[in-house]
């Protein structure tokens, strides 16, 4: 079975610049999950969503973001414009069942200059 | 102050020794812990996970053990070997309003030399 895959693995943009992160999860999988992590801090979470719904947003940092998963199977998560603070290591991870453990992608690492 | 803590921040081991990491929690209510690897470059490896009730798990070489009165979690890692050589993770499940929700720690790197 394919895991959780994420799009770029690398992206590097200028202040003010939009980036598109992509996140296909686990085929099957109705919850998608988006994590941050900046450096030298820990993983944080963005958002959930429940197949196209989203569960939780509370750990959006700013209306800058903005996620999206229409009909339920890959997600974007959009930046825009993108600050010198996003950079950082942006993960996804899917679960078939809440509370079942979270496979993770390998993330996209964010470079704003 | 994160609500979730892990000691050291990093350690060098030499291998076919044993290693503890330490987590400390002060999150509630409280639904699971979890210890999860993260190999450079790549995303987290879910290890153990543990609910209220359990005091322990093991996976391999790998036993995680956990005490919800004091609310303290330990990774013990058993001959290591240089492919241990990773960030382990201790991530604490929360309950609130909209679902569960993920508390990562900031990790422990762990370096395993020959």
């Known amino acids: 079975e394919a895991g959780v895959t994420q799009f770029p693995s690398h992206s590097v943009i200028e202040k003010g610049q939009t980036v598109t992160l992509r996140c296909d999860p686990i085929?099957?999988?109705?919850?998608l999950y988006w994590y941050r992590r900046v450096m030298g801090k820990e993983i944080k979470f963005l958002l959930h969503?429940?197949?196209?719904?989203?569960?939780?947003e509370s750990g959006m940092p700013n209306n800058r973001f903005l996620a999206e998963r229409t009909g339920g199977t890959y997600s974007t998560l959009k930046v825009q414009p993108a600050e010198l603070e996003d950079s950082g290591v942006y993960f996804c991870?899917?679960?078939?069942?809440?509370?079942?453990?979270?496979?993770f992608g390998d993330g996209t690492r964010l470079s704003i200059l | 102050k994160n609500q979730v803590e892990q000691s050291p921040q990093s350690l060098i081991i030499l291998e076919g020794k044993n290693c503890t990491l330490q987590?400390?929690?002060?999150?509630?209510?409280?639904?699971?812990l979890r210890w999860y690897k993260q190999d450079t470059g790549r995303g987290p490896v879910s290890l153990t996970i543990?609910?209220?009730?359990?005091n322990t798990k093991s996976n391999g070489r790998y036993t995680a053990t956990l005490d919800a009165d004091t609310k303290q979690s330990s990774l013990h890692i058993t001959a290591s070997q240089l492919s241990d050589s990773a960030s382990y993770i201790c991530?604490?499940?929360?309950?609130?309003?909209?679902?569960?929700?993920?508390?990562f720690g900031g990790g422990t790197r762990l370096m395993v030399k020959p």
């Open positions: 969503f429940v197949k196209e719904s989203k569960q939780d």
């Open positions: 991870a899917s679960s078939q069942v809440l509370g079942q453990p979270q496979h």
């Open positions: 987590c400390n929690y002060t999150v509630s209510p409280f639904s699971n």
């Open positions: 085929s099957g999988h109705d919850n």
């Open positions: 543990m609910t209220f009730s359990e």
């Open positions: 991530v604490v499940t929360i309950i609130h309003n909209a679902g569960n929700m993920l508390t």
